[in-house]
T-cell receptor
């Protein structure tokens, strides 16, 4: 059975800190890994990763995939209170619908 | 603003009521999805439609009845729900040709928050 595990499950940091969120997966026929941010409503798309070692960046957020380690990290630098959210990782295998991890709940305090 | 529109945003219903949730997208996506999300949990897949045909039903109770009248619309008909069905219901679409095995970005609507009394 395909599996996606995120760690930590929750995290509290101070504004200005840098955080690293982890996502590891066990899927047959890996095709893609996606990161989403969810505040109070719908998840919003952050990144899609398909190739190992290529960093994707958007402002203070960046992500990279390591296919050897079957994992990805999401980095957020200079965190702000607006970064407080649940960060979801999902993996596409081409065999089943996207499999979601349980998410990491990030709280950024002033 | 999301390009997937869901109505209503909030719905309160009794256990004997019949109501419907609606979802619309105009991105030309032929894969559409219903997810259920409880508090502090990830989205849980309910149904997948591919080219207006039901592709996946994740063993959802028959009190939830999906319908895809055309390529832009997706409905979820609700009847005789239970209090434990209270949740955020998310509609999504994607460009994937194989909706049952999607690998690309899911475009989510803002969700319909359902409370069953």
């Amino acid at each position: 059975e395909d599996k996606v595990v995120q760690s930590p499950l929750s995290l509290v940091v101070h504004e200005g800190d840098t955080v690293t969120l982890n996502c590891s997966y066990e899927v047959t026929n890996f095709r893609s890994l996606l990161w989403y941010k969810q505040e109070k409503k719908a998840p919003t798309f952050l990144f899609m990763l398909t190739s190992s070692g290529i960093e994707k960046k958007s402002g203070r957020l960046s992500s990279i995939l390591d296919k050897k380690e079957l994992s990805s990290i999401l980095n957020i630098t200079a965190t702000q209170t607006g970064d407080s959210a649940i960060y979801l990782c999902a993996v596409g295998s081409g065999n089943t619908p996207l499999v979601f991890g349980k998410g990491t709940r990030l709280s950024v305090i002033a | 603003d999301t390009e997937v529109t869901q109505t209503p945003k909030h719905l309160v219903m009794g256990m004997t009521n019949k109501k419907s949730l609606k979802c619309e997208q105009h991105m030309g996506h032929r894969a559409m999805y219903w997810y259920k999300q409880k508090a502090k949990k990830p989205p849980e897949l309910m149904f997948v439609y591919s080219y207006e045909k039901l592709s996946i039903n994740e063993s959802v109770p028959s009190r939830f009845s999906p319908e895809c009248p055309n390529s832009s619309l997706l409905n979820l008909h609700l009847h005789a729900l239970q209090p434990e069905d209270s949740a955020l219901y998310l509609c999504a679409s994607s460009q994937d040709r194989k909706a049952y095995a999607n690998t690309g970005e899911l475009f989510f609507g803002e969700g319909s928050r359902l409370t069953v009394l």
